[in-house]
């Protein structure tokens, strides 16, 4: 099972890290999901906040930067709303 270990505020934005039986590649699928708008979890005015979305990492613990106009609280919210595993 696939789970939240971290969110945390930075200078660029916020840093999430996934941990378990995640893989980079099911996270990109993540990404591209939200980022092309054809997930629930996130809407386009909160994607509209964000300017670029980094994936790193390995199988095990894949790290997720998103950087704009975001803040933690939001992202806590998505994540959770997010109908994928996480």
């Known amino acids: 099972m696939n789970e939240i270990s971290t969110v945390c505020e930075g200078e660029k934005g916020v840093e ?8 980079v590649k099911q996270t990109l699928q993540m990404v ?5 708008g054809s997930c629930s979890c996130c809407t386009p005015t909160f994607m509209e906040q964000i300017t670029k979305i980094d994936v790193a990492g390995q ?7 998103i950087e704009g106009n975001v803040k933690l609280e939001e992202i806590e919210k998505n994540l959770s709303s997010c109908n994928k595993e996480v």
């Open 59 to 65: 199988d095990g613990e894949v790290r997720i930067q």
């Open 16 to 23: 999430v890290v996934l941990s378990g039986d995640v893989t």
């Open 32 to 36: 591209e999901e939200c980022s092309t």
